[in-house]
């Protein structure tokens, strides 16, 4: 069976001002799930599972899905915050999502076969799906899970216009993951990043630290590993209303356990995103790039 492209669309776009995810960003309005689904469908990927949110559900799939009939068969499954395991409920005042984690478990009754993990509001580039797809095809669980993440160099990951979240990883000389912390502060230092900490005090790290885009390959295995793994974190951590359970956290846990391992595919390509508004321009700069250098055609899907 080939492997499905798990999409997570169902973030509120709070600090961009907007649904971001289907906002245009091509020459002839294509959004970057375009892109995506389009280097997915080159690579051989063989379905999309979008994560959304029920109260998107009818424009998103009017504005998005409609966009793949014909093209890629497209299923949906729903992040909502009510969906929390037995004995647990909504805190007063909880509007926040509770994190990628929850979103990939929301998938848990559509996906049956390995799998990829990308944010909807993410340009990966066509390099990263061939090196998870590739992985995909011939990695199966043993003794372990097996996972991967394809790892992209922060400096190309970070805004000019403020903050942005990302695992921090690190490797071993087999080049499997030992740690992954999702660090939610990380700000543009000249060629490297300042880290801001809880507590107010700063790290500077090199720019050429690799990191997580939560670009993800993993078999549904995972899905009981994130249904233990939110269920102490609803005990935990529950009752904070800015609390989120991260899929970095949960795999850098499994991989301290010795219950999984993460092969690390290391992509020194492209990757653009817009976590800020600001950000639209230079990521409509960039495609364009691509597409007068042939790498794209200038409409998709002809």
Not at 240 to 258: A, R, T, W
Request: with cysteine; hydrophobic share 40%; net charge negative.
């Amino acid at each position: 069976m080939k492997p499905t492209l798990l999409v997570l669309a169902a973030g509120t776009g709070s600090r961009y001002g907007g649904l971001k995810q289907i906002d245009s960003v091509g020459p002839n309005g294509e959004i970057i799930i375009d892109y995506s689904i389009y280097d997915a469908v080159r690579a051989g990927f063989g379905k999309v599972v979008f994560v959304i949110r029920e109260d998107i559900e009818t424009e998103f799939k009017q504005s998005v899905g409609s966009r793949f009939t014909g093209v890629i068969p497209v299923e949906y499954a729903f992040q909502e915050l009510a969906d929390l395991p037995a004995g647990y409920s909504v805190p007063e005042g909880r509007v926040k999502p509770w994190g990628t984690g929850h979103a990939i478990l929301a998938a848990r009754d559509v996906i049956d076969e390995p799998f990829a993990v990308i944010n909807a509001d993410d340009f990966y580039g066509r390099a990263g799906y061939h090196l998870l797809f590739e992985y995909l095809s011939n990695s199966n669980d043993g003794d372990s899970a097996n996972y991967a993440m394809v790892g992209y160099v922060l400096r190309n990951t970070l805004s000019d216009f403020g903050s942005v979240s990302r695992g921090i990883c690190e490797c071993d000389r087999e080049g499997f993951v030992t740690q992954v912390v999702e660090r939610t502060a990380i700000f543009r230092n000249g060629e490297d990043a300042r880290i801001v900490e809880d507590d107010g005090s700063e790290t500077i790290i090199s720019g050429d630290t690799l990191v997580s885009m939560n670009f993800w390959g993993g078999t549904p295995s995972i899905f009981d590993h994130l249904a233990s793994a939110f269920r102490g974190f609803m005990s935990e951590k529950g009752s904070d209303l800015s609390s989120e359970f991260f899929i970095p956290s949960v795999v850098g846990d499994l991989v301290d356990q010795g219950v999984a391992k993460v092969t690390l595919l290391k992509n020194t390509g492209a990757w653009f995103g817009v976590t800020y508004r600001e950000d639209k321009a230079m990521v409509t700069n960039n495609i364009q790039k691509l597409v007068d250098a042939g790498l794209y055609p200038e409409k998709l899907f002809q």
